[in-house]
């Protein structure tokens, strides 16, 4: 899509409530003894940015110039998630420091990207009207550096009705358009922004009316339109896509998500791409379905995530193309290290040869401890050399293919030697996961990782699924 490459870095602000969103991967495979309860065996661990935080993470993704309005705790979550800020080269001069907790949500991830839990820490107490004017003072002296401000809203004490209205307010002075993602039910908090952004229950709870159905929409998306003066009311629809309603007009655009693993941050992602649209003048339509695109390779990740625009373009690229888009070769190797310079690499390998649900949850959870999961796979010459002469079952061509169809992989490569040792030291990966099979002093290039302040990660395997038990299931 060409009108991609009118997407240019514009000074956008985030206002809202920010989150530690924070994965403990693991699996469940007994039942306490102390009460009847599954024991969670913890393996690993990933923090992102979550809520105002994670809308702010996916600007930066889609190569927008980023600051951020909030509030975090006194805590460790919080200088965590100033430290996230920092890496992803996020302005936090107009972020306060209080004594509350950080909200911080962790979820427990079993078997299968299986969530069997999840711990909410948080203050959902109002903000004071002293920090709240402080922070307003200092938004005024900076509003004009701004092309377009985002309020999220997730209702956790900072976005209070006067607040919001203060906000709105000196945007409209200053002529700068306002999205708000809602969640409050009190309608008056949100008059006078550009644009709403609703998903079905939502919009149902701002206007107590019915929307079964699409036509329900829009006459509901029209009448919360007039009532808070927006100039247009977006409504995520979940599988079915997306509702935009303007002054006497409607836009509908079908989910493009092929594959949907979470769908967690989706609408973080679809407000960052559609701000970062608007901010840019691309026109309305064009800026919801770059938003959609985005959406759907979010719903294809697993857990909390962001969306680069250079993903975008490979995906409309991908659509005339198949997956080749996601198969490295010995060139964009090379490169590939300096174009993802700000992104965490996972680096996996493998021969893949039958794929079962062994290799789909043990990738699904290596997906999860980085931005790029990058799989090495052995060429058949190399399986041969690993295997024996009957071995591979599956040609390389096809476990590219099989491996690339995933939306949880992001790049394949092959490799012709028995170990991955040199394209370890060719990608220089931030994270290196191997199989339950291993010792993590035995993973190859586990020096190479080390020597860059990387991790190796074991991940188990499934008990009972393995190429081998397969084959030797069909000759039985």
Same mark, same amino acid.
């Given at each position: 899509?060409?009108?991609?490459?009118?997407?240019?870095?514009?000074?956008i602000?985030?206002?809202g409530d920010v989150?530690?969103?924070?994965?403990?991967?693991?699996?469940?495979? /007994?039942i306490?003894p102390e009460?009847?309860?599954?024991v969670?065996?913890?393996?690993?661990?990933?923090?992102?940015?979550?809520?105002?935080?994670?809308?702010?993470?996916n600007?930066? %993704?889609a190569?927008?110039?980023?600051?951020?309005?909030?509030?975090v705790?006194?805590?460790?979550?919080g200088?965590?998630?100033?430290q996230n800020?920092a890496d992803?080269?996020?302005?936090?001069?107009?972020?306060r420091?209080?004594k /509350?907790?950080t909200?911080?949500?962790i979820?427990?991830?079993a078997d299968n990207?299986?969530q069997?839990? !999840?711990l909410?820490?948080?203050d959902?107490e109002?903000?004071g009207d002293? $920090?709240s004017e402080i922070?307003?003072?200092e938004?005024k002296?900076? &509003? #004009? /550096?701004f092309?377009?401000?985002?309020?999220?809203?997730?209702l956790?004490?900072?976005l209070?009705?006067e607040?919001?209205?203060?906000?709105?307010?000196?945007?409209?002075?200053?002529q700068i358009?306002v &999205?708000v993602? *809602?969640k409050d039910s009190?309608?008056?908090k949100?008059?006078?922004?550009?644009l709403?952004?609703?998903?079905?229950k939502?919009?149902c709870?701002?206007? #107590?009316?019915a929307?079964?159905?699409?036509?329900?929409?829009?006459?509901?998306?029209? %009448?919360?339109?007039?009532r808070c #003066?927006?100039?247009?009311?977006?409504t995520?629809?979940?599988a079915?896509?997306? *509702?935009?309603v303007?002054?006497?007009f409607?836009?509908s655009?079908?989910?493009v998500?092929k594959?949907?693993y979470d769908v967690?941050?989706?609408g973080?992602?679809?407000i960052a791409?559609l %701000?970062?649209?608007?901010?840019?003048?691309?026109?309305?339509?064009? %800026?919801?379905?770059?938003?959609n695109?985005?959406a759907?390779?979010?719903?294809?990740?697993?857990?909390t995530s962001?969306v680069?625009?250079?993903?975008?373009r490979e995906?409309?690229?991908s659509? !005339?193309?198949?997956?080749?888009?996601k198969?490295?070769?010995s060139v964009s190797?090379?490169?590939?290290r300096?174009d993802?310079a700000?992104?965490k $690499?996972?680096f996996t390998?493998?021969?893949?040869d039958?794929?079962? $649900?062994g290799? &789909?949850r043990?990738l699904?959870?290596?997906?999860?401890?980085?931005?790029i999961?990058v799989v090495?796979? #052995?060429s058949d010459?190399?399986v041969?050399r690993?295997?024996?002469?009957e /071995?591979?079952?599956?040609?390389?061509?096809? !476990?590219?293919?099989?491996l690339s169809?995933l939306g949880?992989?992001?790049?394949?490569i092959?490799?012709?030697?028995?170990t991955?040792y040199?394209?370890?030291r060719t990608?220089?990966p931030d994270?290196?996961?191997?199989?339950?099979?291993y010792?993590?002093?035995d993973?190859v290039?586990r020096d190479?990782?080390?020597s !860059?302040g990387?991790?190796v990660?074991?991940?188990?395997?499934?008990?009972g699924?393995?190429t081998?038990?397969?084959?030797?299931k069909?000759r039985?």
């Amino acid at each position: 899509m060409s009108i991609l490459n009118q997407v240019k870095a514009k000074s956008i602000l985030v206002v809202g409530d920010v989150m530690l969103d924070t994965y403990y991967n693991g699996e469940v495979t /007994r039942i306490s003894p102390e009460a009847p309860v599954p024991v969670f065996r913890k393996v690993s661990e990933q923090s992102v940015l979550g809520g105002a935080a994670n809308v702010a993470a996916n600007l930066v %993704a889609a190569g927008q110039k980023v600051s951020i309005l909030t509030i975090v705790g006194e805590d460790e979550s919080g200088k965590k998630l100033l430290q996230n800020f920092a890496d992803k080269k996020i302005d936090t001069t107009l972020v306060r420091k209080l004594k /509350r907790n950080t909200t911080v949500k962790i979820r427990f991830m079993a078997d299968n990207n299986q969530q069997v839990l !999840r711990l909410d820490i948080e203050d959902t107490e109002k903000v004071g009207d002293d $920090i709240s004017e402080i922070l307003l003072s200092e938004l005024k002296d900076k &509003i #004009n /550096r701004f092309d377009m401000i985002i309020i999220s809203d997730y209702l956790k004490g900072l976005l209070t009705l006067e607040f919001t209205q203060e906000i709105l307010s000196m945007a409209k002075k200053s002529q700068i358009p306002v &999205i708000v993602d *809602v969640k409050d039910s009190n309608t008056d908090k949100y008059k006078g922004a550009y644009l709403l952004k609703p998903n079905l229950k939502e919009l149902c709870t701002l206007t #107590n009316m019915a929307v079964r159905t699409k036509q329900e929409i829009v006459e509901v998306s029209q %009448a919360l339109r007039i009532r808070c #003066n927006c100039q247009y009311i977006l409504t995520t629809c979940g599988a079915n896509g997306m *509702v935009l309603v303007g002054d006497g007009f409607s836009y509908s655009v079908p989910s493009v998500g092929k594959e949907v693993y979470d769908v967690t941050g989706a609408g973080d992602t679809v407000i960052a791409y559609l %701000a970062a649209c608007i901010a840019n003048k691309i026109k309305m339509k064009d %800026a919801v379905n770059i938003s959609n695109y985005a959406a759907g390779l979010q719903v294809a990740k697993a857990g909390t995530s962001t969306v680069s625009i250079r993903e975008v373009r490979e995906h409309l690229t991908s659509q !005339r193309q198949g997956a080749a888009h996601k198969v490295l070769d010995s060139v964009s190797v090379l490169e590939f290290r300096d174009d993802h310079a700000d992104k965490k $690499i996972v680096f996996t390998n493998g021969c893949f040869d039958i794929l079962h $649900i062994g290799h &789909i949850r043990y990738l699904q959870q290596a997906s999860l401890l980085g931005d790029i999961l990058v799989v090495g796979v #052995n060429s058949d010459d190399s399986v041969k050399r690993l295997k024996g002469h009957e /071995r591979p079952i599956n040609s390389e061509k096809d !476990r590219v293919e099989l491996l690339s169809a995933l939306g949880f992989v992001d790049y394949v490569i092959v490799f012709k030697e028995d170990t991955p040792y040199e394209l370890v030291r060719t990608l220089q990966p931030d994270i290196l996961v191997k199989g339950g099979d291993y010792s993590p002093n035995d993973v190859v290039g586990r020096d190479i990782i080390k020597s !860059r302040g990387g991790e190796v990660v074991i991940i188990p395997y499934v008990e009972g699924r393995s190429t081998t038990k397969i084959i030797e299931k069909l000759r039985a």
